[in-house]
């Protein structure tokens, strides 16, 4: 079954104490993102991938940092998380423009994290 | 940079209605257009994309048509049944830039 995988899906931490949220994805996807969703701010990006070994910031990259090292694999890295990284996140991934591919974005569950 | 909305932000309509959401972006250069459904902390399901090249795309119940000229999409949901309740977003990708998301329709269908 094709799908976007995430773990873990809920965490608490406290501030200051590293964290790595993964998402893996098993569509030979060129392209790989997260996203926060926050009440009353909708989706922010925070990281992109348009393959392995090329990442971009997205919106909102200040605190978060990201590998892409295979293809089907993109983890999300708090070094030092703080409060206000408390939030959903969310990754995505969808064959890169080009040619005939749709674009199609496909999503995980997400994975809901705290930070106290 | 591309900027799209989404009106209105909250809609409740009773079950068996037809009902249209919006969807606005500001670029029409875009590659793609698509429509998500979002239930309540869960993630997002596809539910229609529309390449620049189509005018619509149905799904069963829903159907979503793009103009880019007037820079407008909407999704059509014809008789409307309490399962659809949930939050609505679109996305347009454009070219050499990056996904953009409206902010969504919270849809509630009553009994």
């Known amino acids: 079954e094709a799908q976007v995988t995430q773990n873990p899906r809920y965490l608490i931490t406290v501030t200051g104490k590293k964290l790595t949220v993964t998402c893996s994805q098993n569509?030979?996807?060129?392209?790989m993102s997260w996203y926060r969703q926050d009440p009353g701010l909708g989706l922010r990006q925070i990281y992109y991938s348009m393959n392995v070994e090329v990442t971009d910031k997205g919106d909102v990259p200040e605190g978060y940092k990201v590998s892409r090292k295979e293809k089907r694999n993109f983890p999300l890295i708090l070094e030092s998380p703080s409060p206000n990284q408390t939030s959903l996140y969310f990754c995505?991934?969808?064959?890169?423009?080009?040619?005939?591919?749709?674009?199609?974005?496909?999503f995980g569950e997400g994975s809901r994290l705290t930070v106290l | 940079k591309q900027e799209v909305t989404q009106i209105p932000a909250a809609l409740s309509v009773p079950e068996g209605e037809n009902l249209v959401l919006n969807c606005s972006f500001t670029d029409s250069a875009i590659y793609n257009l698509q429509w998500f459904r979002q239930d309540p902390g869960k993630g997002l399901t596809s539910l229609l994309l529309i390449q620049s090249s189509q005018r619509e795309q149905t799904s069963g119940r829903l159907n979503a048509s793009l103009d880019k000229s007037s820079g407008r999409s909407t999704l059509y949901i014809a008789a409307s049944q309490p399962g659809d309740s949930a939050t609505y977003l679109c996305?347009?990708?454009?070219?050499?830039?990056?996904?953009?998301f409206g902010p969504g329709t919270r849809l509630s269908v009553l009994p």
């Open positions: 996305a347009a990708y454009n070219y050499g830039q990056n996904f953009v």
């Open positions: 569509m030979n996807h060129e392209y």
């Open positions: 995505a991934s969808s064959f890169r423009l080009a040619g005939t591919n749709t674009g199609e974005l496909f």
